[in-house]
């Protein structure tokens, strides 16, 4: 698999915009992580964690949410801002 052009950037900062079928997530939501796969005769998918919840009252209202429902479209888009601002 080709190295990720992320890996061969130096500083700055990703900006990330994920949509789910066309509706942005709220600026609040907090994502930890994003991972995208593509591969050869696989199904691509994308993982998208975001921080929410307590475990030990088992509630997650953010993940509970209409928009992460199985089968949406995400959209994720990547920009790299070298200055950090």
């Known amino acids: 698999m080709a190295d990720s052009p992320i890996k061969k950037l130096k500083s700055g900062v990703l900006n990330l915009e994920i949509t789910v079928d066309g509706t942005k997530?709220?600026?609040a939501m907090l994502v930890l992580e994003t991972?995208?796969?593509?591969?050869?005769?696989?199904?691509?998918?994308?993982?998208?964690?975001?921080f929410d919840?307590?475990?030990r009252e088992q509630t997650f209202p953010q993940s509970e949410e209409a928009m992460f429902e199985p089968g949406g479209?995400?959209?994720?888009?990547?920009a790299h801002d070298p200055t950090g601002t």
Request: charged share 35%; hydrophobic share 45%; no cysteine.
């Open 25 to 27: 997530l709220p600026d």
């Open 35 to 50: 991972e995208v796969v593509k591969e050869v005769n696989k199904i691509p998918y994308a993982r998208v964690v975001i």
């Open 73 to 78: 479209e995400i959209e994720i888009k990547v």
């Open 53 to 55: 919840g307590d475990s």
